[in-house]
C-alpha cells in the first residue's frame, strides 16, 4: 500500500530510535529535561527568536499562541483556510474565549486590501482585534508557500497597527526548502511560531513554540493549563533533534515525488491540477464528477493500492513524506490514472 494520507504517518528510522535510547532525560515540569532544554535552544536559535517550549502537537502550540497573545473577548484574524480555523475545533473559543474573524486568501495567499478594514476601533460595542495568524506551507491550500513580501507586508502592516502575528509554521521547513528563504527570514515577521517535528520531519510526537524571553513563562503556564506539561519528555525531544538534524535538506524529495504524482495526475482526463500550485509535499486535485465523488475515488484508489484522503466532496488530498520513494511516486500516479479510467469506464452509460 502507498500511503499518501498525511506526512504524520512516518515511524522513526532505527537511528532516530537510537538517539531516543540514548536520550538524557529528567522532569520537565519540576526542572528542565536536558535533551527538551537542548531542542529549544536549537529551534529557538533556527528561527532566530529568545526561546522555545516544546509541546506535544502543533494545535497546543497554536492554541497556546493565541491564548498567549489574546485576553477573553479578544479577536484574531486568520485567512478562511488555515487549520486554526477549520481543524481545531475552535479551541479558541472554547478553551479561551477568544473570537476568530477569517480573511479570503486569494490562492491562500493574502491580500492586504482585504485586512485594512478588519481591524474592530477600540470602544465599548467591539471586540479587540488583537492578532494575526498566517499559515506556511498552507496545508488546504495545497501546500502553497505563502509569497514572502506579502508575508512582510502583511505582518508589519499587522504590527503598525497594534496586532501581534503569529505564524503556524507546522510544515514552515516545506516552505524553507522549496523558497530557498531561511527559517529565520520568514520567522522574522512574527511575534511568535509554531512548527511541527512531526510532519515531514518523521519525528514521532512534537512542536515548538517560539517567542522572546519574557513570553515564556506564560507560555509555561498556558501549556500546562492545557495539559502539555510532560515529564521525561527528552525521550521524544531527542527524536525531534534528530529530526532537526537529519531530515530537512530530504524535504526536496518528498516535493519532487509530489510533483511527479502531480504530473500523472495534469495527464489523466477526468482529474485536474494546477501543477503550478504544487510547490511542496502536498497534493489537491480534483475529481471530475463523471468520474465520481472524492469519497468514491479515494475508495477505489485505496482498493488498487494507493491510499488518500477526500479533502471535499470533489477534491483528493495526496501527501509525500519519508516513506515514499521516487518509484513508489511514480506508481502512485500510475495507478491513479487506471483508477480514474476504469471509474469512467463504469460510469459510462451502456447502450
Ligand atoms: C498547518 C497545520 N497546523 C497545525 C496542525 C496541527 O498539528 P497536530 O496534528 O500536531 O496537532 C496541522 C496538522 O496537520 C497542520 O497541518
Redesign the pocket.
Known amino acids: 500500500m502507498i500511503d499518501l494520507r498525511?506526512d504524520?504517518l512516518t515511524k522513526p528510522c532505527r537511528n532516530m530510535r537510537q538517539a531516543i535510547m540514548d536520550a538524557e532525560v529528567n522532569d520537565d515540569v519540576i526542572d528542565v529535561d536536558p535533551s527538551v532544554a537542548r531542542l529549544q535552544d536549537t529551534i529557538a536559535r533556527m528561527l532566530g527568536k529568545e526561546a522555545a517550549m516544546f509541546m506535544p502537537?502543533?494545535?497546543?502550540t497554536?492554541q497556546v499562541a493565541v491564548r498567549l497573545h489574546c485576553r477573553p473577548g479578544d479577536e484574531f484574524l486568520c485567512e478562511s483556510g488555515?487549520?486554526?480555523y477549520n481543524?481545531?475545533q475552535g479551541a479558541f473559543a472554547q478553551l479561551s474565549g477568544v473570537v476568530a474573524r477569517t480573511f479570503q486568501g486569494t490562492n491562500s495567499s493574502i491580500d492586504l486590501r482585504q485586512l485594512r478594514n478588519q481591524i474592530h476601533p477600540d470602544n465599548e460595542h467591539a471586540v479587540r482585534t488583537r492578532l494575526l495568524c498566517l499559515?506556511n506551507t498552507?496545508?488546504k491550500g495545497g501546500g502553497v508557500v505563502l509569497p514572502y513580501d506579502s508575508v512582510a507586508e502583511t505582518c508589519s502592516w499587522a504590527h503598525e497597527n497594534g496586532l501581534t502575528t503569529h505564524l503556524?509554521g507546522?510544515?514552515l521547513f516545506n516552505a524553507v526548502v522549496a523558497s530557498g528563504i531561511s527559517a529565520l527570514d520568514w520567522a522574522q515577521h512574527f511575534d511568535t511560531v509554531?512548527v511541527?517535528f512531526?510532519?515531514g520531519l518523521g519525528a514521532p510526537v512534537g512542536?515548538a513554540l517560539v517567542g522572546t524571553e519574557s513570553m515564556m513563562r506564560e507560555m509555561r503556564r498556558h501549556r500546562k493549563l492545557f495539559g502539555g506539561a510532560m515529564r521525561q519528555s527528552g525521550f521524544l525531544a531527542s527524536a525531534a533533534l534528530y529530526a532537526i538534524e537529519n531530515n530537512i535538506p530530504r524535504l526536496a524529495d518528498d516535493h519532487a515525488n509530489a510533483k511527479r504524482i502531480g504530473v500523472e495526475i495534469t495527464k489523466t482526463p477526468g482529474l485536474s491540477l494546477d501543477l503550478d500550485r504544487v510547490e511542496t509535499n502536498i497534493v489537491i486535485f480534483r475529481v471530475d464528477s463523471e468520474v465520481g465523488t472524492a469519497v468514491e475515488f479515494c475508495e477505489s484508489a485505496r482498493q488498487a493500492g494507493v491510499w488518500m484522503f477526500p479533502f471535499s466532496h470533489q477534491d483528493v488530498r495526496a501527501v509525500t513524506h519519508l516513506h515514499i520513494s521516487e518509484t513508489d511516486a511514480i506508481e502512485a500516479g500510475k495507478i491513479i490514472a487506471s483508477v480514474t479510467e476504469l471509474l469512467k469506464a463504469k460510469s459510462k452509460p451502456t447502450v
Open positions: 498525511s504524520t502537537s502543533g494545535t497546543m497554536n488555515c487549520h486554526i481543524y481545531e499559515e498552507h496545508n503556524d507546522a510544515r509554531s511541527c512531526s510532519k512542536s
